[in-house]
């Protein structure tokens, strides 16, 4: 059956053209072309093999990881690939590995926060890959409160040096990757202490490899942390562990942008902002957001394949039975998702967009945005990692029992993927920040203060507050204004509710702590409204193509719909909607469930996945599962042998009753 697309049925059914939502899915034309030309060199390319990635011991995976990475390098200047390229490429390799930290979180940490002649002297020796560096700040002991961070690094005037110092076994540093085996520099964090003054945490670069033999030098104790969770997955990566003991580095090597250390030991700020921070802040965030739609699309493309070629049940005299894709409960549960991959996707590009504005804002030292800019990219890094993390998971469930196979490729997707809920900011954390600014932002509504960006929609809090949708029939509710007023309401009318209660208590802080369970869900309702509204703004462009922005539109209403369903208590409570329209909601969602079902197949090949990134059997693009998970299974290390190791020793002893002279 080689050859054979068993999924050609389901592609013939589509009302749209595929190829444009492609360029819809991809950005641009620009880049699409770019990421499916470096896709396929990369999926043609033996060395980036990944189908044996489960099976092998840690050392073995670990080494080829190294390969890959190398021979990923080699292939960047071979072919002189553009530095859009080469991220590119780096992206469909699809394994964790230091480069990760070298290029997302080293470069970028020297370029925002080192001086220009800081950059001058590392970053060259970085884009050479002469050094390899890591981002080393979160502790045994702290990691979400950076001020608690102990590393300590004093200043010696006498020798114009910083000491570098682990003074407590929880401050060791622990987790950063890339750091365990390979890094031979970081950018540490580190309490900056002059003459018995601490100044709080700051960034400092420190070799801690020789660049001869790779051993630590003196005073560096150094080392990968263990196995992770889940076989393959981030066990490709060297999560480290790192000691100091009173390592000196020359005074130059505090990142010295914002503030900086003189000869004589003084400590002064410079007259560059503080807040550029938050621009690399803003970028790392909105990374992390579209890492997102890239990692909930890959699980959606795999489910809806697999209930496209599944058939269960439902057959009549003998016929074929029921495509598991046709009950209305695989529909219910599978479509939400595959519009959440859409959602995420819009409001990534977005975050692109306000990226580049916090930048320019930046330049022209406009900082009146930059504290919504920062709930904003807090709250849709915790919406999108959760929700990404929860719908992997089920879609290994909609796959049933085959998911649970490494074949599959969702265990280990779910294994990779799941620690972005943690890093760059623990979800509920972020959420309680989220919301601190929103209850600031309505306490501030009195004083005539204006909020912008995301939360400008509470200036019409009055309203809001009073407002009432016109729907009385299911099809009302394919009303973009009607849904964005009604998420409006619901968000206002639940920060409105945090704020006055907050404001109850003896002090803020003892009712932030209280209340912070009924904060985290008011940071949410305000996070779903962004990307709803930024769905809909993005329905609003020109998008070209036969049929495309009909499906957008039907994926959008299914996204927003789904939600009001999911937290219909929020809606209903506080009175944005009645039961009875919230009954007309869950009717038009089934409707729109029944007009995405022929689009299925097609909406998730939009996605433009090769094979070989997707490394699913169940997802494959021609549908030929059963025969590939059989051949998958013969390819498992036990069956190298028929008879297993072990057998004439433990079992045959069980069998012919001879255990009491077995050696066990």
């Known amino acids: 059956m080689e050859g054979v697309d068993h999924l050609a049925h389901e592609r013939s059914k589509a009302q749209f053209d595929v190829d444009e939502m492609k ?61 859009e390229e080469a991220k590119t490429l780096r992206f469909f390799v699809d394994e964790p590995a230091y480069t990760d930290l070298h290029w997302g979180m080293f470069l970028p940490a020297i370029q925002g926060q080192g001086t220009d002649e800081q950059q001058e002297k590392w970053l060259p020796l970085a884009y050479k890959m002469q050094i390899i560096g890591c981002y080393a700040q979160t502790e045994l002991g702290h990691g979400s409160n950076v001020q608690g961070l102990e590393t300590t690094a004093t200043f010696d005037p006498q020798k114009d040096e910083f000491i570098i110092n682990s003074p407590t076994l929880t401050s060791s540093k622990w987790w950063p990757g890339g750091l365990g085996k390979i890094s031979t520099h970081a950018v540490v964090y580190a309490r900056l202490i002059t003459d018995g003054q601490d100044h709080g945490v700051h960034g400092f670069i420190v070799q801690l490899r020789s660049l001869d033999d790779h051993l630590p030098l003196p005073g560096i104790t150094v080392g990968d942390i263990g196995m992770k969770f889940g076989s393959g997955a981030y066990n490709s990566m060297d999560n480290g562990v790192l000691r100091f003991d009173n390592v000196r580095i020359p005074r130059d090597q505090m990142l010295m ?20 921070v938050y621009g690399t802040m803003v970028f790392v965030r909105k990374t992390i957001v579209s890492d997102a739609s890239c990692a909930l699309s890959r699980a959606v493309c795999i489910a809806t394949r ?14 074929v039975e029921t495509q598991v894709i046709d009950y209305k409960t695989q529909q219910s549960r599978l479509f939400p998702l595959l519009a959440s991959a859409y959602a995420f996707r819009f409001v990534g590009e977005w975050l692109s967009w306000l990226y580049t504005d916090v930048t320019q804002r930046l330049q022209a030292k406009d900082f009146a945005t930059l504290p919504e800019a920062h709930a904003c990219t807090a709250g849709l890094k915790s919406l999108t990692t959760s929700a990404t993390a929860d719908a992997i998971e089920e879609c290994r469930k909609l796959c049933g029992g085959h998911g649970y196979l490494s074949s599959s490729g969702l265990p280990e997707l779910f294994a990779v993927y799941v620690p972005a809920c943690t890093y760059e900011g623990d979800n509920i954390v972020l959420l309680l920040q989220v919301a601190r600014f929103l209850v600031k932002t309505v306490s501030q509504l009195v004083s005539g ?12 809090v009055e309203l809001l507050m009073q407002s009432r949708p016109n729907v009385q029939k299911a099809e009302d509710w394919l009303q973009p204004s009607v849904i964005v007023e009604v998420f409006e309401a619901r968000a206002t009318r639940m920060s409105v509710a945090c704020a006055k209660n907050v404001s109850k208590f003896p002090s803020l802080e003892e009712g932030f702590a209280e209340l912070s369970a ?28 036969k049929g495309v922005k009909e499906q957008l539109l039907n994926l959008c209403y299914i996204y927003a719909l789904f939600l009001l369903h999911k937290h219909l208590g929020d809606f209903v409570s506080t009175g944005c909607i009645t039961p009875k329209q919230a009954s007309l909601a869950n009717d038009q969602l089934r409707s ?9 197949v097609a909406l998730v090949d939009a996605f433009n996945y090769t094979d070989h990134y997707l490394s699913s059997v169940l997802g494959r693009y021609d549908g030929n599962v059963y025969q590939n998970l059989y051949d998958e299974a013969w390819k498992d290390p036990l069956n190298e042998s028929v008879v297993p190791d072990g057998y004439h020793e433990y079992v045959r002893p069980l069998l012919t009753q001879q255990l009491r002279n077995a050696r066990l």
């Open 449 to 460: 203060k204006k909020p912008v960006g995301t939360t400008a929609y509470l200036g019409r």
């Open 518 to 545: 009924d904060l985290v869900e008011a940071a949410v309702a305000h996070c779903q409204l962004i990307v709803v509204s930024k769905f809909i703004e993005k329905l609003q462009q020109v998008i070209p193509g």
């Open 306 to 319: 697999y209930s496209a070629v599944r058939r269960q049940f439902g057959s009549q005299k003998g016929g």
């Open 23 to 83: 360029i819809v899915w991809a950005g641009s034309r620009h880049s699409f072309e770019v990421s499916d030309r470096i896709s396929r060199l990369v999926a043609s390319d033996p060395v980036f093999r990944k189908d044996n990635r489960t099976m092998l011991a840690r050392k073995d995976l670990f080494k080829n990881t190294l390969r890959k990475a190398a021979h990923a390098w080699k292939r960047i200047i071979d072919l002189r690939l553009t530095e």
């Open 257 to 276: 942008r914002v503030s900086q250390v003189t000869r004589e030991g003084k400590y002064m700020q410079s007259n560059v902002p503080r807040q550029l």
């Open 592 to 600: 729109l469930y029944s007009q995405v079902r022929p689009n299925a």
